[in-house]
């Protein structure tokens, strides 16, 4: 039995994902890439198009939001 040694982890700020053609490049590229894990910042999904992400996004997915809080001094 030979084991994957190496991790491969991909990490993309993508100022937004609304629009289809944009979430299919970055698709194509995590592919190309070979993320085992692919990490996404600003992604400005709203719940409607979290939906289209399990038809979109081939494997295991996991999604945290985290809200914004402003820090007063």
């Known amino acids: 039995m030979v084991l994957n040694k ?3 982890i991909c990490t993309v700020n993508c100022k937004g994902l609304q ?3 944009k979430r299919k490049r970055l ?5 190309t890439q070979k993320c ?4 996404m910042q600003e992604t400005y999904f709203t719940d409607n ?3 289209h992400l399990n038809t979109e996004f081939e494997g295991g997915r996991h999604q945290n939001r985290v809200n914004k809080i402003p820090l007063s001094c």
């Open 19 to 21: 629009q289809p053609d």
């Open 6 to 8: 190496h991790l491969h």
């Open 49 to 51: 198009l979290i939906n």
């Open 36 to 39: 085992d894990i692919l990490l």
């Open 27 to 31: 698709i194509e590229w995590s592919k």
